[in-house]
Structures are given as structure tokens and as C-alpha cells.
């Protein structure tokens, strides 16, 4: 298999989100197909190349029992395999307080273990998670599909 040539690929910088990234931060999730709730410009890095075009972003996301989600890791496709979502996780769990959750597809596990993110018992979840996981466990069910993983770090 033959290695990226990171060399094309355009330098970029890590940086908090503005306001004035809302629509970008959207329109990115909604290319990537993943959860487009809870989108709050605040919660956000962006990764940014020199021409200001948006690669990619993540969320620490907070919910209404008190815990805190990593979400919204996304990067655009011409850009994925470099290091870039990597660099998004590893600024935002740097100050994270923890326990920390994360929802992902079940193919995503492996990737969200090497960060120290373990699948969360039930009797662990906070209330929001333990309402996603039957609601989505629920709705998956009946359209014959896993439901999500959800995963927690401790340390």
C-alpha cells in the first residue's frame, strides 16, 4: 500500500471556532453524514488551512445532566488519512475534564480506543446517554441495524 504524499498536502492550523464558522461547521457535518445536532460554534476547533478553508472540526459537547461528549469529528474527504482528526481529538481531550463519552459507529471503536476510550457499561451512563442508546437502539431494531457505540474516558 502505498503511503500519502503529505508533502501536497496544505499546513493548517488548529483554532477555536467563531461565530462567523456556524454555516461551514454545518455544512460539513452534513457532508460527512453525521449527527447535525447540537452544532454550537462555541464548542468547537477548527482545522484550518492558510486559505482559511475549513478541513475539519470537533466538539466537546455538553448536555444538560452535566456530561460532556467529544462529537463532531469530521474532516473533509480530500483531506482524511493525514493526521487531522487526530490533531482535533488530541486538543480537544487535552483539558477535557473527565468522564468524557463519545457515540461512533461500531466500526469506529478501534480508532476511539487508541485515545483510551473504553465501550461504557449501561449502569455508567449518564442519563442523556442511556436515553440515545434506547431511543437509537430502538429505532435501529427496527430498521435491522447496530446501534451506536457509546465509549467513556476515565483517565
Excluded at 10 to 29: F, G, M, N, V, W
Excluded at 82 to 107: D, F, Q, S
Excluded at 125 to 141: E, K, Q, S
Aim: a positive charge; glycine letters at 8%.
Amino acid at each position: 500500500m502505498k503511503s500519502p504524499d503529505l508533502s501536497a498536502m496544505p499546513a493548517y492550523k488548529l483554532r477555536a471556532a467563531r461565530e462567523s464558522d456556524q454555516p461551514a461547521i454545518r455544512a460539513l457535518i452534513h457532508t460527512v453524514g453525521i449527527n447535525p445536532f447540537g452544532l454550537d460554534w462555541r464548542h468547537f476547533i477548527l482545522a484550518e488551512a492558510p486559505d482559511g478553508k475549513l478541513l475539519g472540526c470537533g466538539q466537546l459537547k455538553p448536555h444538560r445532566d452535566g456530561s460532556l461528549e467529544l462529537a463532531s469529528i469530521a474532516v473533509e474527504e480530500a483531506y482524511r488519512g493525514r493526521g487531522i482528526a487526530r490533531a482535533v481529538i488530541e486538543h480537544l481531550l487535552e483539558n477535557a475534564p473527565r468522564p468524557l463519552y463519545l457515540m461512533c459507529r461500531p466500526a469506529l471503536g478501534d480508532l476511539y480506543r487508541r485515545f483510551g476510550f473504553r465501550p461504557a457499561a449501561e449502569e455508567t451512563l449518564p442519563p442523556y446517554f442511556r436515553r440515545i442508546r434506547r431511543y437509537i437502539g430502538f429505532a435501529a431494531g427496527l430498521a435491522r441495524q447496530d446501534g451506536p457505540l457509546i465509549m467513556r474516558l476515565d483517565d
